[in-house]
């Protein structure tokens, strides 16, 4: 893994590692990259804003944030980012993290599909997304430095990223379709997903 990314760094010790190796376990490459890029993305913009934020809890947030769109952690019940939520804080159990830091694990991968979250408010939050939305649909890009997204696709390609997310999120409206990915899809998501300048 890179650890830094034009100057901008991710955490290391054992419970970003713990994270990326679950993430490069169960995702597909596609979408380790994502989880990474989002990451990157999000640190970046806080870099660039001056804003202090746990480095650690949003990297293990970014990085477990899709984890519930794989069919060994996909919920039939539970929108995906619910069930991310429920997935992060058995992850961070298992980690020793005591009870409310838990809880932001969660807390961030639900929001992540909520309205915006001001930065004032959460900043963690904020970041992811920040990072997601930058990574999915391009919403934002033009406020990154093209030398920073060449360093962070060089790093981490898209390999197809945007058909194979769009696939994901259909499965998700198709089967549950009170969830916020089915409210994306019905409001033209798909189209601007495929067609984000990162390709």
């Known amino acids: ?48 804003q001056g804003l202090d934020f746990d480095r650690e809890l949003f990297f293990v947030s970014a990085l477990l944030h899709d984890l519930a769109l794989v069919p060994p952690f996909d919920s039939h019940t539970l929108p995906f980012e619910e069930a991310g939520g429920h997935l992060a804080r058995v992850f961070t159990a298992g980690l020793g993290w005591p009870t409310q830091r838990r809880d932001r694990a969660a807390e961030l991968i639900v929001l992540h599909m909520r309205e915006d979250v001001a930065p004032e408010v959460d900043v963690e939050s904020r970041l992811l997304q920040v990072g997601t939305s930058a990574d999915v ?16 696709l060089a790093a981490y390609p898209r390999l197809g990223f945007a058909k194979s997310f769009v696939r994901l999120f259909q499965d998700q409206a198709v089967r549950k379709p009170g969830c916020a990915a089915a409210k994306l899809i019905a409001g033209g998501w798909a189209e601007r997903t495929e067609s984000n300048p990162l390709g």
Do not use: N
Request: charged fraction near 20%; proline fraction near 3%; charge should be negative.
């Open 1 to 48: 893994m890179l650890i830094e990314v034009a100057g901008v760094r991710a955490p290391g010790g054992r419970a970003a590692e713990a994270a990326r190796l679950v993430c490069e376990e169960y995702a597909d490459k596609a979408l380790h990259h994502h989880s990474m890029r989002s990451y990157f993305f999000g640190a970046a913009w806080a870099q660039a």
């Open 137 to 152: 649909s391009g919403d934002g890009l033009e406020v990154f430095d093209p030398t920073f997204r060449g360093a962070l």
